[in-house]
């Protein structure tokens, strides 16, 4: 069964930092991944997504994420985080043909001054 | 753009009332999907529709859920009775796509609906 790990249930950061968010996925044939970012109150906003092609992706707001599949992994980054980047964010995975997405449980970020 | 437009933001109802939660897609999506979130279980799909029919209820609770979209524009996530344990906050979502590669496709979330049921 296809299955999302995100290991760090709470991360904090320092503002200026940089930031690294896991996330492990299970699934046999190649995976369509996701990052979604959810502000307090607000519903999901998508970050990134890889289909196929180059491993590294970029998105918004200054993320980008790198595909492993030697790894299962699928990892978010951000240089240097700003206050404004706290909250929750989860990973997802999605398959051709398959209808919907499995969200993991999400890693709640902190941006301290 | 309006964006996937979800009501009530906020409900507080006692046990054993009906709840509606309304729902409007993106205009031309295709697919529509119902989450619930909780601090327990986290983000759960509930069901979701393609074209209007349900295609996978499988993540609906109990008997006591029903979805419902009569038409492209406009859905319904109904609980009878409402219970404390179903306090959460459900979220629309749409997509555009087709069958084969709707997992490649953007899933827009609304804001949600904060279910509270005392």
């Known amino acids: 069964a296809q299955s999302v790990t995100q290991p760090d249930i709470h991360i904090t950061v320092s503002e200026g930092a940089s930031l690294e968010l896991r996330c492990n996925y299970s699934?046999?044939?190649?995976?369509?991944l996701f990052w979604y970012v959810q502000s307090p109150g607000q519903g999901l906003q998508l970050l990134l997504k890889?289909?196929?092609?180059?491993?590294l992706v970029q998105g918004i707001k200054g993320f980008e994420a790198e595909f492993k599949r030697s790894q299962s992994s699928f990892n978010l980054r951000k240089p240097s985080v700003h206050w404004s980047d706290a909250a929750e964010y989860f990973c997802?995975?999605?398959?051709?043909?398959?209808?919907?997405?499995?969200f993991g449980a999400g890693t709640q970020v902190v941006v301290t001054p | 753009d309006a964006g996937v437009i979800q009501s009530p933001r906020h409900e507080v109802t006692e046990m054993g009332q009906e709840v509606t939660l309304r729902c409007k897609p993106i205009?031309?999506?295709?697919?529509l999907f119902w989450y619930r979130q909780t601090m327990m279980r986290g983000l759960e799909l509930l069901i979701y529709?393609?074209?209007?029919?349900?295609?996978?209820d499988s993540g609906m609770p109990e008997d006591r859920f029903s979805a419902k979209m009569p038409n492209a524009s406009f859905s319904t996530l109904k609980i009878q009775p409402s219970e404390p344990r179903d306090s959460a906050v459900y979220f629309c979502?749409?997509?555009?796509?087709?069958?084969?590669?709707?997992?490649?496709?953007?899933?827009?979330f609304g804001e949600g609906s904060w279910l509270t049921v005392v």
């Open positions: 979502a749409s997509s555009l796509g087709d069958r084969e590669t709707i997992s490649g496709n953007t899933i827009y």
């Open positions: 699934y046999g044939a190649t995976p369509y």
């Open positions: 890889y289909f196929s092609g180059d491993t």
């Open positions: 997802a995975v999605g398959a051709r043909g398959w209808g919907k997405l499995q």
């Open positions: 205009s031309g999506h295709d697919y």
């Open positions: 529709f393609n074209n209007n029919v349900p295609i996978d």
